[in-house]
């Protein structure tokens, strides 16, 4: 299994501004994934963090809006750029290992975010 | 993009109850995991099922898959306040190199 932390746990931002969150795992990890859950409602996947090269984003979100760094194969950062009350989730990242390994994701503890 | 549905939305029995959630999904799949959240917050790995297995048990959990009919079933069994939380299932394309995609949930509360 691996340990992921997230930072912030939760933050209040104000409408127009940015907020970067942090993901911080315990062990070299090939895949990271940000994931944001709206209020009530499921997972939905953001992008596939890829280290060495750009985020790959699924349909509906921008790199504009939801930039991505993969610095090193322990870390990554999300940001939610030009926020807006609409943005307000639970941020979530996840690891997996590669295949031939185990297959389970695990997730970090979230960041909750209110916009105002 | 294949998506997991969960059925019951919303289930709420007595505590010492058996509790069955249900899960379908669209597309083939490698995997099936299932997830529990308490109150917003991370996600708790519970168990994944592999495509070629057809039942698994962890503890008090018991998972089925029918890759036939789409579906998976979470049957928790001797029931517990601490049980209380949102189950989801979702499913990958396998290796770990996939995103998930997941199910709608069922929240499930346990009566004292």
């Known amino acids: 299994s691996a340990v992921i932390s997230q930072k912030p746990s939760r933050d209040i931002c ?3 501004t940015s907020l970067t969150i942090q993901c911080q795992v315990d062990s070299q990890v090939t895949m990271m994934f940000w994931y944001r859950q709206q209020p009530g409602q499921s997972l939905t996947l953001i992008a596939t963090a890829n280290q060495g090269s750009e985020a790959t984003y699924e349909s509906g979100f921008v790199i504009d809006k939801f930039p991505i760094s993969r610095p090193n194969l322990t870390f990554s950062t999300l940001t939610v750029s030009n926020m807006s009350p609409e943005d307000s989730s639970i941020y979530l990242c996840s690891v997996g290992f590669p295949k031939g390994g185990t297959d389970t994701q695990y997730f970090g503890p979230g960041t909750r975010l209110t916009v105002l | ?6 059925d019951p939305q919303a289930l709420s029995i007595q505590e010492g109850e058996n509790a069955t959630m249900n899960c379908s999904y669209k597309t083939s799949i490698n995997n099936l995991q299932w997830y529990r959240q308490n109150s917003g917050r991370g996600l708790v790995h519970l168990i994944l099922i592999r495509s070629n297995e057809r039942e698994k048990h962890s503890g008090r959990l018991r998972v ?11 049957l928790i069994t001797a029931s517990r306040a601490a049980d209380t939380a949102s189950y989801f299932c979702a499913t990958d394309g396998g290796g770990g190199a996939d ?10 509360i346990i009566q004292p």
Do not use: A, Y
Request: charged share 25%; no cysteine; proline share 0%.
């Open chain 1, 14 to 16: 104000q409408r127009g």
């Open chain 2, 1 to 6: 993009s294949q998506q997991g549905e969960e």
């Open chain 2, 99 to 108: 995103g998930l995609t997941f199910g709608k949930g069922t929240h499930l």
């Open chain 2, 64 to 74: 089925t898959l029918d890759t036939s009919k789409k579906s998976s079933s979470l």
